[in-house]
């Protein structure tokens, strides 16, 4: 039998849960009182990730470089062995996934290009849409960039793994459907989109220099209800293209996905307008999000 | 299976095994323990990656936890664990981290360094005795009831120090990020 405790008494346990210094019974309670509070679930996690950081203040040691070499091959060299022997005695299990294709349909010409699908709001996405936009955007996605940034080379190697890594994380739905190779195929181009503002916004538009795209978009400004955002590609003739309209959740997140034909290496840049409700013929409205 | 997977799991090794290690040698103060300890951290990241639950966290924060768990379970079972909290921070360790460099790759060094940098200034801007009950809590592993008894402080004003300071930390940590991003 679980205690039950009020609010009041969870926020004063959280900090001690975060620091895992919270045993036993009190520890209990606090954990099926976060299950149904969302306040105090949410304080949890940044209190954990700030007890973390505390490891970051300790003066760095490095490894010594041999055997962190050593250590790294004989890690890999287990989880292969694992993934082709697993049986599963811990819950550990990856699930299985199939192998990634590359784009095989052929690229259709630009002229006459019609958007076929206009992408839709997160919610009406699935779960499993949103739940893999929140681990990019949650768990570390946004510091691997800001960090990475200035090396493309290193940020591609590194995004595609991680990324690949946390998606499967996140939901084995997601292995199964087409996002994971959307998001890290071989082929797929990554540009980013800064915005100004308060809040920085920041964007990322995956293309798998096909017709899929993708866009991730985190902390744009709330959306008036007359208005909607809308993504604009932009191609070596100059000519811009509406990839849709979408709209955000109330963190201004949102996760977009378009089919649109364009011929490989045809990018040169894209874009996010503000645009009244239903969106625009042409970009007319304030630019939230652009490419550099 | 392609080789993605095990290549995963070396991003994961690239990026945080510094920090793991830091972490781990602090806690066991041996050299050998403190690799045992990185080693079966990451195994036990790719065993339980189905685990990892991102809306509970980020991804270091989930090795960090791993890592601490074992580290001071070694630790308890070798009844040797470190009495005394960090030595004295001061402004100036905040100041000289930057010169501090660990990892191969050069951003990934001036990241950890800033992001050190944040803490400690954090840190070094809660009252001493919150510190304390800070650093007595996450790195000497003692529960609220053995920093009453090591500080002789009633457990009540351990709790809400405690508590004060980690709250204070989360919000110093946030300006500081907010800052520099
Ligand atoms: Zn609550």
């Given amino acids: ?292 | 299976m392609s080789a993605s997977d095990e290549q995963a799991l070396g991003v994961l090794y690239d990026r945080w095994a510094p920090l793991v290690h830091s972490l781990v040698l602090h806690l066991l103060e041996d050299a050998g323990e403190a690799e045992d300890v990185v080693e079966e951290t990451f195994w036990q990241a790719w065993r339980q990656v189905s685990r990892y639950d991102p809306s509970r966290g980020a991804v270091s924060t989930w090795l960090v936890t791993i890592a601490r768990s074992r580290a001071l379970d070694r630790a308890r079972s070798r009844r040797r664990m470190k009495e005394e909290p960090l030595t004295q921070l001061r402004e100036s360790d905040a100041a000289s981290v930057s010169r501090v460099s660990s990892a191969s790759d050069p951003h990934q060094d001036a990241e950890a360094a800033d992001r050190r940098a944040a803490v400690l200034k954090a840190l070094c801007a809660l009252p001493a005795e919150q510190r304390e009950a800070l650093q007595l809590a996450y790195f000497s592993g003692l529960s609220q009831t053995e920093i009453a008894d090591r500080t002789g402080q009633p457990l009540g004003t351990v709790k809400t120090r405690t508590r004060l300071a980690l709250e204070k930390m989360r919000v110093q940590l946030t300006m500081l990020r907010e800052e520099t991003a």
């Fill in chain 1, 1 to 292: 039998m679980i205690q039950s405790i009020s609010h009041d008494e969870a926020q004063a346990l959280l900090a001690i849960e975060a620091l895992g210094a919270l045993t036993g019974a009190d520890r209990d309670a606090l954990l099926a009182h976060v299950e149904v509070c969302a306040v105090c679930s949410a304080q949890l996690v940044q209190l954990r990730d700030t007890a973390a950081a505390l490891a970051e203040s300790l003066p760095a040691v490095p490894l010594n470089p041999d055997r962190s070499a050593a250590m790294r091959s004989r890690l890999l060299a287990r989880a292969a062995s694992d993934l082709t022997g697993r049986r599963g005695d811990d819950g550990g299990r990856l699930p299985n996934e199939p192998p990634v294709k590359a784009p095989t349909s052929p690229v259709k010409p630009l002229s006459g290009e019609p958007v076929r699908a206009i992408g839709r709001s997160p919610a009406s996405r699935g779960g499993w849409l949103a739940a893999a936009a929140a681990v990019l955007l949650a768990a570390g996605i946004l510091s691997v960039l800001r960090s990475t940034r200035r090396d493309a080379a290193v940020a591609r190697n590194e995004l595609t793994a991680v990324r690949a890594q946390q998606l499967r994380a996140a939901t084995e739905v997601a292995l199964r459907d087409s996002l994971i190779e959307q998001l890290t195929g071989a082929t797929v181009r990554i540009v980013d989109l800064t915005g100004s503002g308060p809040n920085a916004p920041m964007g990322w538009v995956f293309w798998d220099q096909n017709e899929k795209w993708t866009l991730l978009v985190h902390d744009l400004p709330a959306l008036a209800a007359d208005r909607t955002y809308q993504l604009w590609l932009t191609t070596g003739g100059q000519r811009t293209l509406s990839a849709g309209t979408f709209g955000t959740d109330h963190r201004g997140h949102a996760v977009f996905r378009a089919t649109l034909s364009l011929p490989r290496d045809s990018l040169v840049s894209a874009s996010v307008t503000l645009e009244p409700a239903g969106g625009a013929a042409r970009p007319s409205g304030p630019i939230a999000l652009a490419s550099k």
